[in-house]
């Protein structure tokens, strides 16, 4: 299901309870001594993610460590993307090519109190979710949420550039659960040109699941040397 909300040639891996037990890379293991004991459970299940991932890259033995707030520093020539929440994790990984950024976010399926939607969203957008089709149980706020995570997950790694939820503006269209994501402050740098970012969500009983994949045919620019 996961693997349908990217291009074909994107490798997703979710987590299993057997992975619960697999050791961590020895400067991962080092590197997560820092965080706390549900962090660093978090920290370990998706780097055992990454690591079936990175390996049907051909890629083995490699310590995926964490650099500016908390994004994974991926090996060269690769793009990827983790998530997690309670009861799933998740990585999604790609050479880079074709693919130029991922992001995917999970987060429980459950409404947004009305506060928090109104904090993520502009006005526009809110209007925009206002005029859609009757929402699902979970409502249209938690969708949103959970496509400016993906975005933000696939546009840091390219700018280094921190992106707040009103930096952005997102339309859904519940018929074909996609999305797409649009840069609204000009202050805040293109990912290599692009300005736009499209997207596709699931829902089920569980999850509302969010995954962006930017594509060197979207950029305008070529990659930094």
């Given at each position: 299901m996961i693997a349908s909300?990217?291009?074909e040639d994107v490798i997703v891996v979710r987590a299993t309870p057997e992975m619960e037990r697999e050791p961590l890379h020895p400067a991962e293991r080092a590197w997560a001594e820092?965080?706390?004991?549900?962090r660093r459970r978090e920290f370990a299940l998706g780097r055992a993610c990454a690591r079936r991932a990175l390996a049907r890259l051909g890629i083995e033995?490699?310590?995926l460590l964490s650099g500016e707030n908390r994004a994974p520093r991926w090996p060269p020539g690769v793009v990827g993307t983790l998530t997690h929440c309670r009861g799933f994790c998740a990585a999604a990984v790609a050479r880079?090519?074709?693919l130029v950024g991922l992001?995917?976010?999970a987060e429980p399926a459950r409404p947004l109190s009305a506060p928090l939607v109104e904090r993520i969203t502009a006005e526009p957008e809110r209007a925009r979710l206002g005029a859609l089709p009757a929402a699902p149980a979970v409502g249209w706020g938690t969708v949103l949420f959970t496509a400016k995570e993906s975005l933000y997950k696939c546009y840091f790694p390219i700018t280094g550039a921190f992106l707040g939820f009103r930096d952005a503006e997102i339309d859904l269209?519940?018929?074909a659960a996609r999305f797409t994501a649009r840069l609204c402050r000009d202050e805040k740098p293109s990912a290599r040109g692009a300005r736009t970012f499209h997207g596709r969500y699931h829902i089920d009983e569980a999850l509302v699941?969010?995954?962006v994949a930017l594509t060197a045919a979207e950029c305008s620019e070529p990659p930094a040397t």
């Open positions: 909300l990217f291009p820092r965080l706390g004991e549900n033995g490699f310590a880079c090519g074709a992001g995917l976010d269209d519940p018929e699941i969010s995954a």
